[in-house]
């Protein structure tokens, strides 16, 4: 067909003159305004012109008619971790539906206040950030940047977090099944809501079931492999063992598993592992890791449709829920080997 002018960029006249309507509806719809006034008819025969004829729209000239960026901040304590991997491909999926832009900020080389000054100086229309990141950065700059925190539930800020303490229970739940008594954990080094919720819920349902955790058997790690690998070192130096220990994340039980296998004790036999998180790591390991499923992908979605949903106006006038958790039983758990008899 011939084009409204010299390029070969399709405009919208183009669609127009397709749809059989004014430039001026056209230009309403394709818009994205919400509270454009237009039939569902005509929104549905513009929609569909435009897609036939493969219409790009200039972002740049809308977002000038409705001051937006088109472009969301994502801002990640250590985006090596491929549970926050997850968490952003969740959140750049929902974004490019609609049109945005994802600007990605890992914090392990420069500060969460540093990453919102620039987000903020590049006029982003919202921010998706994790608890270490808002822990970090004062209330003031938080409120000024049009705040989802994720991972942790929050009075004051829109929030999408995972059930942490469900997490916990069923991994003990899982254990305790399996006729473990003698328990250990490697809990969080830091403040991290998520990582202390899971390990407050675990303590609690070993309580709950007659079984104590000795504090000798409580390690605390960064949520690392390294981490992981040396309290499991510290645990397996110790004259008594636990026969199961449960892990906070995957990378650390990835790092506890390794440790054992390095120094010669089977696992699961003489000592099973639990992780959380269920990252793709603990399905091709060997042994593959018994882990809580936590949907990372879903937060990352739920939290950007959340952030766009707050930018066109519209508002879920329901009380956020946790995400629900799961248990992915693989081959890192087992029940424990009887003592021999003296």
Request: charge should be positive; hydrophobic fraction near 45%; aromatic fraction near 4%.
């Amino acid at each position: 067909m011939a084009r409204s002018s010299g390029s070969n960029r399709i405009t919208a006249l183009d669609v127009a003159a397709r749809a059989g309507v004014s430039q001026p509806t056209v230009s309403l719809v394709l818009s994205g305004n919400p509270r454009a006034r237009v039939a569902a008819t005509t929104r549905e025969r513009v929609l569909e012109a435009a897609k036939e004829l493969g219409y790009e729209p200039n972002l740049l000239a809308r977002g000038l008619v409705l001051r937006r960026s088109y472009a969301i901040g994502l801002v990640i304590s250590d985006v090596s971790n491929p549970f926050y991997l997850d968490v952003v491909r969740g959140a750049e999926r929902v974004a490019a539906d609609k049109g945005y832009a994802v600007l990605l900020c890992d914090c392990r080389e420069i500060t969460a206040d540093v990453h919102l000054q620039t987000l903020r100086t590049r006029q982003v229309d919202g921010v998706i950030i994790d608890p270490s990141g808002a822990q970090s950065v004062s209330e003031t700059l938080l409120a000024e940047s049009n705040v989802i925190v994720i991972e942790e539930p929050s009075d004051r800020w829109l929030w999408v977090a995972s059930d942490a303490a469900s997490a916990g229970r069923v991994a003990a739940e899982h254990l305790l099944a399996l006729g473990h008594r003698l328990i250990g954990a490697i809990g969080p080094s830091a403040a991290a809501y998520g990582f202390r919720a899971r390990e407050r819920a675990f303590v609690q349902a070993l309580r709950a079931a007659g079984v104590s955790l000795p504090s000798e058997w409580l390690r605390r790690a960064p949520p690392t492999v390294g981490g992981g690998q040396h309290a499991m070192r510290a645990l397996l130096a110790q004259g008594s063992r636990p026969t199961a220990v449960f892990c906070i994340n995957d990378l650390v039980a990835l790092g506890a598993l390794k440790a054992c296998l390095t120094a010669g004790v089977k696992v699961p036999s003489e000592m099973s592992i639990m992780g959380c998180d269920d990252i793709e790591m603990a399905r091709i390991v060997t042994p593959e890791l018994t882990s809580v499923a936590v949907p990372a992908r879903e937060i990352g979605a739920r939290a950007a449709r959340l952030l766009l949903q707050r930018l066109e106006g519209k508002s879920d006038q329901r009380a956020p829920r946790p995400l629900p958790v799961r248990l992915v039983v693989r081959q890192t758990t087992s029940p424990p080997t009887p003592l021999p008899e003296s």
